[in-house]
């Protein structure tokens, strides 16, 4: 079990910045695959970004350039910088870790946070 913690949402005008956090229970950034997600109301959850176990990251055009993901192995916390946040970004984001080559099911789609809130608008 991997239990996540997300911390950092809120209400931020739009262009601003926000850093969301996720503190792992135990590490396991060198061997599972982080990412974050979020789900806007009546709409599906979507990745916003994801770094492997050995550090690459990618990122959906819609969030390039804007979002950063990045990790703190001394401090199990998977991070996200976000900047010139828009309205459209406006949703729960979730921490996610899995392991996408495991054969167990489970461990494929992987733990999630509870989600922090993010709200963009003026």
């Known amino acids: 079990q991997v239990q996540l913690v997300e911390s950092g949402g809120g209400l931020v005008q739009p262009g601003g910045s926000l850093r969301l956090s996720c503190v792992v229970s135990?590490?396991?950034?060198?061997?599972?695959?982080m990412g974050w997600y979020r789900q806007a109301p009546g709409k599906q959850r979507e990745s916003v970004a994801f770094?492997?176990?050995?550090?690459?990251?990618n990122y959906p055009d819609s969030v390039k350039g804007r979002f950063t993901i990045s990790r703190d192995n001394a401090k199990n916390t998977l991070y996200l910088q976000m900047t010139s946040l828009k309205p459209e970004d406006t949703a729960v984001y979730y921490c996610?870790?899995?392991?996408?080559?495991?054969?167990?099911?489970?461990?494929?789609?992987?733990?999630w946070g509870q989600g922090t809130q993010v709200t963009v608008s003026s």
């Open positions: 996610n870790a899995r392991l996408p080559t495991s054969t167990d099911a489970t461990l494929r789609s992987g733990y």
């Open positions: 770094i492997t176990s050995s550090g690459i990251t």
């Open positions: 135990r590490n396991i950034f060198s061997i599972w695959r």
